[in-house]
C-alpha cells in the first residue's frame, strides 16, 4: 500500500486510483489503472506498508498493550513504481480519463467517416 506524507501540513494519505490532496492541498496523487504504478505531486515523500505484515497485524489485533507492529518505510527517491512531478505538471486521473475517452471517441468518429464513405458507395 502506498501513500504520502506532505512535508508542509504533516497530512498522511492513502492513495487510490482518483486524485487525492492532503489537508494544505500542497501534495497529493492517485493510483494508475494497474494499481500498482503512482503519480505524486508536491512537497511530500512516499510511504510503503509491506501489505502481508499489514494484513497479519490487522488480523492479529490486541485487545490491550502496545499494539501489533507491522512494516512500514519510506519509500527511495528512484523507485520504478512512483513517479513524482512538480505540481504544476500534475495531471490528476479524471483528466487522463477524459483523454483517453477524447482519443476513443476521435478514433471511432474517424472510423464512422470511413464507413459511411464505403457506405455511400454501390
Avoid: W
Avoid at 4 to 21: A, G, M, P, Q
Avoid at 99 to 107: A, G, H, L, T
Amino acid at each position: 500500500m502506498k501513500l504520502i506524507f506532505c512535508n508542509e501540513c504533516h497530512d498522511v494519505i492513502r492513495l487510490y486510483k482518483t486524485t487525492r490532496s492532503c489537508l494544505c492541498g500542497e501534495s497529493g496523487g492517485h493510483y494508475k489503472e494497474d494499481g500498482l504504478y503512482a503519480v505524486i505531486h508536491g512537497n511530500c515523500q512516499p510511504l510503503g506498508f509491506a501489505n502481508d505484515s499489514f494484513r497479519r497485524a490487522r488480523e492479529e489485533q490486541l485487545e490491550f498493550g502496545a499494539g501489533t507492529e507491522f512494516t512500514s518505510f519510506v519509500i527511495p527517491v528512484v523507485c520504478p513504481t512512483i513517479t513524482h512531478v512538480d505540481s504544476k505538471d500534475y495531471v490528476t486521473h479524471i483528466q487522463q480519463v477524459i483523454e483517453f475517452r477524447n482519443k476513443v471517441k476521435e478514433s471511432k468518429k474517424k472510423n464512422n467517416e470511413i464507413k459511411n464513405v464505403f457506405k455511400d458507395e454501390e
